[in-house]
């Protein structure tokens, strides 16, 4: 069985917000528009338990986990200078100051990413070659994507030309 699993829900989530909010519409034309959602908190929580029931077990591994990175160098929604950098007890977190639009989301916490066989990030654009640099030439342990670093797994990266310009 293969299980696909999305680590950054912003993209996602508001695509399917607004396929969902043309779909009610469409289906109660005169009787007034709805929302749906949960807190943070709440979609954290419900994340981790859909997480644990796809894998059948609390202590889930992923075997390959695709990410990106900001040119803050954040991945998932975990950015510099953060709390939720040092998060070790919670697998999907819920974040409410989020300095990126929108400020309330969820992200996979490090020990969760960690415990992946494989981690790949593929980043693309110039505007993302000075964190490349502090990440793969510095080693700079301040930037939260170079903190990626699965325990028993494999780290990977994909760079276009413009992302490895300073190298």
Known sequence: MTTIVVNDEQELVTKLASKIEKIANDAIEN??????????????????????????????????????????????????????????KLKVAPITDSPKFPPERITLTFPTINKARNCLFAICGSSKADMIKRILKDNDDSVPARRVKPHSGSLYWVLDQHSAKNL
């Open 31 to 88: 009787r007034g528009k709805f929302y749906v959602g949960f807190s943070a908190e709440e979609a954290a929580k419900d994340y981790t338990e859909k997480l644990t029931k796809a894998f059948g077990s609390e202590d889930f591994v992923f075997d390959l986990l695709l990410l990106g990175m900001g040119p803050d160098g954040h991945t998932c929604s975990l950015f510099p200078g953060h709390p939720l950098l040092d998060e070790t």
